[in-house]
Structures are given as structure tokens and as C-alpha cells.
């Protein structure tokens, strides 16, 4: 396999950080872009905002890239607004890079691709399990606008393409608090400090159908694999786990790893009934920030940790959400990993480092 230049823009996220540590691992020349450069083992920081233009062109200019592996995006108060920032970003990356050197390039986006966007979460046909080639959803949706510039501007510079589209990226990752696995495990670790069950707080749907998540060193895999395939070259790929679970099952056995008392939804289908993390984690930041200085925690401000809105949004779906993989396996990427054990890894690790109790 061969090696290249690549740039991780979104490198401190969950998605890029991961990528950026197994492309180290794999031999590659890392560079890692961010809006505020930051250490990590192997990494070459690149300190830049893609909405600032001469910016983005001062921070890349010499840079002998050969791969790009987009992992980043940046929330606005509406998709109109998403769909410009974001598109714009692209673009100032594309414009600022060596045409001449670059072989290839990788975007992730996620399953928002079949659902709509947040605005528009259901509003297309809904059939699972979701592949590639279902049509776009009507409406806005900032990921197809990413698309879009991805397209254009390989087709103009002449390099190779792909699209990976995850579904709830479970990993470590510091200071991206975007991150469902973190989220819940600082969710349990509140619930076990202030003796509280461990309440579901989503949809009956989400509670009782089969879903799927995206562990991220999977996700790496799949992307330096795609990079550096031929025949796998201009092509989207679904990327998940390989399993299907239901949150009954997985919210118990996450629970029992905390010691907890486990509660599900309300049993309706009024979404009035749902109990989301907006609403039992209001006011937190105090009884964090005590837990954190009691078991000397590494961060003590809860907002840098969790995303409750983030995954409210993943388990309020009134959508089953599975993802067919047998695209990415017929072409030749068959990688597996167990949700379970996913989450299990990841709450270990964040013990380990003192992030929870």
C-alpha cells in the first residue's frame, strides 16, 4: 500500500484525531488542521480558519499534500447558513492546496445524508436499511453541498474522490464534545455520583428498533483503505460497525458497566413524554465541576465534555436508522467491530485519564 502526504482537516475532532493517529501508525506524513494548532504524537499542526481565505492560503501554501481527508464541519443557527459556511470552507481548503500534488481527496459527512437535515430530520422516503445510491432528500442539506465542491473540484484538478458516511461516531477525542460515547459516559457518571437512574432519554422508536453506530478507528480503516485503492476510487461508502443493536438492550448493559439503577422511555408515543438530556442535565455545571474537583478530574467544565442536544438528536429519531454495508464489502473493505465493546474501550480509556470517575 502506498504511503502519501496526508492533511486531517478537523484534527482535534473525534473523527480526524482517530484518523490522524492510525495514518501516523501506518506509515503516512500527517498533517493535522485545526483553528488552533494542537500537539499530537506524530502530527503536524496547521494552525488555520477555512472561512478566512488569505488565512487558509498563508497556513497551506508549500505544503506537498497528496491526500485530503475532510473530517470537519462548523454549525450555524440555520441549514441555509450551514450549507454557505460550510461550503465556503471547502472551497478556501481546495483553492489554497497544490492542485498539482494532490491525488486525492476524502470527505465524511453521516446518515443525515438519507434523513434530511436537522431541520428536515424524516422528511424524505424513509427505507432501511439506507444505501448509497438512495436519492438526496429533498430540501437544504449542507452535507450535499459538500458534495458538490468535492465533485467540482476534483473534476476540475483531475484527482480521485470519496465519500464515507458514518452513523454516530463512537471514539476518544479531547476538547470535541460532539461525541455520544462521552456524552453518556459523563450522563452515567453524574446519574452514579447523585444516585439519579439512568434514564433513556429518547424516543420510544429509537428504544425498541435496531440501530447501528460507527466505531472511529473503523471509520480510519475504511478511509485510508478507500484512499489508497484504486478500484475503490469516486465511490460513497456507508461506514459502520458491522453489528445492529436496540438501545433497550445496549442502554441496560451501558448502565450495569456504571452500577446503575436503568430506566426507559415513558411508555408513549407522545414525544411530549420523552425525557431528554437538555432537560435532566440542566444546571450541571455545578455538580460536575464538584465531581471533577472531588475525584480530580482533568476537566471540570461539563460543556467541553458533552453534547446533550448532539445526542438527544441521535436518539429522538422517530426513525429506525440501519446502514447497508454491502457496497463497502463487495469492494473489498470488510473490517468489523462490536458496538459494545465500542463503548466499553472508550469508558475505560476516559477513566484511565481521569476524564470521569
Not at 506524530?42 to 481527508?69: C, M, N, R, T, Y
Not at 498539482?100 to 424524505?124: I, M, N, P, R
Request: aromatic share 10%; charged share 25%.
Amino acid at each position: 500500500m502506498r504511503k502519501g502526504t496526508a492533511l486531517v482537516v478537523g484534527a482535534t475532532g473525534i473523527t480526524g484525531g482517530n484518523l490522524a493517529s492510525h495514518l501516523v501508525a501506518s506509515g503516512w506524513t500527517v498533517y493535522g488542521l485545526s483553528r488552533r494548532a494542537t500537539e499530537q504524537s506524530g502530527v503536524i499542526p496547521v494552525a488555520a480558519d477555512l472561512l478566512d481565505k488569505a488565512a487558509a492560503e498563508q497556513a497551506l501554501a508549500g505544503l506537498p499534500i497528496s491526500h485530503v481527508f475532510y473530517c470537519t464541519w462548523i454549525r450555524r443557527d440555520n441549514e441555509k447558513a450551514n450549507v454557505e459556511a460550510n461550503s465556503q470552507m471547502m472551497r478556501n481548503l481546495f483553492e489554497a492546496l497544490d492542485s498539482d500534488k494532490l491525488d486525492h481527496a476524502s470527505l465524511v459527512t453521516g446518515t443525515k445524508q438519507y434523513l434530511g437535515s436537522f431541520e428536515a430530520y424524516g422528511s424524505g422516503r424513509i427505507e432501511t436499511p439506507f444505501r448509497e445510491s438512495e436519492p438526496r432528500v429533498p430540501g437544504e442539506n449542507f452535507y450535499y453541498a459538500l458534495e458538490d465542491v468535492l465533485f467540482e473540484a476534483a473534476e476540475r484538478h483531475g484527482f480521485a474522490w470519496n465519500v464515507h458516511r458514518p452513523h454516530t461516531v463512537i471514539g476518544y477525542a479531547r476538547g470535541n464534545a460532539m461525541n455520544m460515547g462521552t456524552t453518556l459516559a459523563v450522563y452515567a457518571s453524574i446519574c452514579r455520583e447523585t444516585g439519579r437512574p439512568f434514564v433513556f432519554p429518547g424516543s420510544q422508536t429509537q428504544w425498541n428498533a435496531l440501530t447501528d453506530m460507527t466505531d472511529a478507528l473503523v471509520l480510519a480503516r475504511q478511509m485510508e483503505w478507500a484512499a489508497t485503492t484504486p478500484g475503490a476510487a469516486n465511490q460513497a461508502f456507508n461506514t459502520v460497525n458491522g453489528d445492529v443493536f436496540r438501545w433497550r438492550r445496549m442502554w441496560r448493559e451501558i448502565g450495569e458497566y456504571f452500577g446503575l439503577e436503568v430506566h426507559g422511555p415513558e411508555a408513549s408515543d407522545d414525544p411530549a413524554s420523552m425525557q431528554p438530556l437538555e432537560t435532566q442535565m440542566a444546571g450541571a455545571e455545578s455538580t460536575w465541576r464538584e465531581i471533577a474537583e472531588k475525584h480530580d478530574l482533568v476537566e471540570p467544565d461539563v460543556a467541553k465534555l458533552a453534547s446533550w442536544w448532539h445526542t438527544d438528536a441521535d436518539l429522538g429519531r422517530d426513525q429506525e436508522c440501519v446502514n447497508d454495508t454491502t457496497k463497502s464489502r463487495d469492494f473489498g473493505f470488510d473490517h468489523f467491530r462490536e458496538t459494545r465493546a465500542a463503548f466499553f474501550d472508550l469508558f475505560a480509556r476516559l477513566r484511565a485519564e481521569k476524564i470521569i470517575p
